[in-house]
């Protein structure tokens, strides 16, 4: 499990993209959203002295006025430290892990049906557009029609790559939906490589395992949401091992 977290960073950078400028380790760092006001929570800090003090502000009260948001701020380590609980808690909680896997696959599968829905409708253009092409070679002797034939064969072009594309990211997701021992082999490592990792480190291994986070200051709730590609991909590893 740690040789593959390792591999995981590795692969997106040992220092790229927006880790570089995450200088305090903020472990939800573009993955914290406001919930009422559906827009993303930075992070900021204040210094008193020797001491530094770090938060979460949401973006539509530090554009707008604190009056306008229910949320407002957050203590960056109380809502972190909640956080990394959930993910080291849900290993050791049947219920947890069912709803967990639930979640992944439920996001898996909408994308999933999505997909569908947009190969049916390229079905139904290529055939279309097929059908008229077919019906203007047979007047192709006299010359016309030719723009139109052009046109209908980039038309049939862009939509056959495009069905290529759809069928390549539906296979690959259909690799993707887990169960819940999947996702118990997962978070069940997540404690012990935790504490061995740099706190850069356990942000970037926050944003492999984490999605998004949405907090409600006005119900005071916070909902977690999994990358399922990731937890797949810890899965296996764990398995190999």
């Known amino acids: 499990m740690f040789r593959r977290v390792q591999h995981l960073l590795k692969r997106n950078g040992a220092t790229g993209g927006r880790e570089v400028r995450n200088r305090f380790g903020a472990l939800l760092k573009g993955l914290l959203c406001c919930a009422p ?26 554009k707008r006025g604190w009056h306008v948001c ?13 956080v990394v609980d959930q993910i080291r808690g849900i290993g050791q909680d049947p219920g947890l892990l069912v709803d967990t896997a639930e979640e992944a696959r439920v996001l898996t599968q909408a994308r999933i049906d999505e997909l569908e829905a947009e190969q049916g409708r390229l079905r139904h253009e290529l055939g279309r ?82 999605q998004r986070v949405d907090y409600d200051g006005e119900k005071g709730t916070v909902s977690v949401t999994f990358h399922p590609t990731e937890i797949k991909m810890l899965s296996r590893e764990e398995v190999a091992s």
């Open 37 to 62: 006001c559906g827009t993303a929570m930075t992070h900021t800090h204040t210094a008193k002295g020797t001491r530094r003090y770090r938060y979460y502000v949401c973006t539509n009260a530090q």
């Open 70 to 82: 229910p949320s407002k701020s957050i203590p960056a380590q109380e809502i972190e430290a909640f």
């Open 129 to 210: 557009h097929s059908r008229e092409l077919r019906k203007l070679a047979g007047h192709s002797a006299n010359g016309t029609g030719a723009g139109r034939m052009a046109d209908l064969q980039d038309r049939i072009r862009t939509a056959e790559q495009r069905r290529t594309q759809v069928h390549e990211e539906m296979t690959a997701l259909g690799r993707q939906l887990i169960d819940k021992k999947e996702v118990a082999r997962a978070l069940a490592a997540f404690d012990p490589v935790w504490e061995t990792l740099a706190p850069r480190e356990q942000a970037r291994v926050i944003r492999l395992l984490v």
